[in-house]
């Protein structure tokens, strides 16, 4: 199944500038040739999938005015945007996660949050994915949390009561306080990474998250939203471990 999807991705991706060719027969039909591709069960894992680009958003129907009904489809706008990047869209969960764990080791718990993350984002299912990639984005705060803790304590201090709480804010408010302190300490990429997109990654991440528990209105989730948390995340991934390194060898 992992494997029909990747060459899915890849054959819609090649034959989407040749509208000629951009229909069901030739799209399928190229998939199951590079797949060998035999007997019913998987045939119809790849109409299942075809069936899923449809579902959520990523080719409709038709390619003009002339043509507007299957064979024919096209790429929709949302289609296009993921396939620009095809190898590490949430899109491609496979591609994503291969990117993503090739920045260290997740986690156990984020690298579940984060594949559950995938899963419902490519099921369409968008308040669901908002929540998976926001508690993936806090488990890596307590990580950090922890981290300091345990530095903290090596040095002899005691920690700020508030890094013991249980809400997730307070952490990171206490987190920023005192990383605060030794900002001048770090080295100058890190610390502008920390003071300037540390916060713009967990507010975006937080307030998708946020808005999917919380709603205001009956659709408070995009997908483009729940994409641009995605695409941060790994990101995000990568300056806590830059962070976890500096806290463990050099904060003051």
Partial sequence: MVDIKQTLLQVMSEYAGQPGYFQTGPILSEVKKRLNLRGEAQEQALLTLWGDMFRTGVVAAGYNLNNPDLPFCHLTERGRSSLKSLSRDPANPDGYLAALRSI???????????????????????????????????????????????????????????????????????????????VRAMPAKLREAFQYTWPAFLQQIRAGRNDAGHPSSVSPISGESVHASLLIFPELFKLSIDLQSWISTSMP
């Avoid at 993350?117 to 890596?140: K, P, Q």
């Fill in 104 to 182: 260290g080791t997740l986690p156990p718990i984020a690298d579940g949050y984060i594949e559950e993350a995938l899963t419902t984002y490519n099921c369409a299912c968008f308040r669901a994915a908002a929540v998976m990639t926001g508690a993936a984005s806090e488990t890596l705060v307590l990580d950090l949390r922890d981290g300091i803790v345990s530095r903290l304590g090596a040095l002899g201090r005691t920690p700020a009561a508030q890094l013991g709480d249980w809400r997730a804010k307070t952490i990171l408010d206490a987190i920023a306080v005192e990383l605060t302190l030794h």
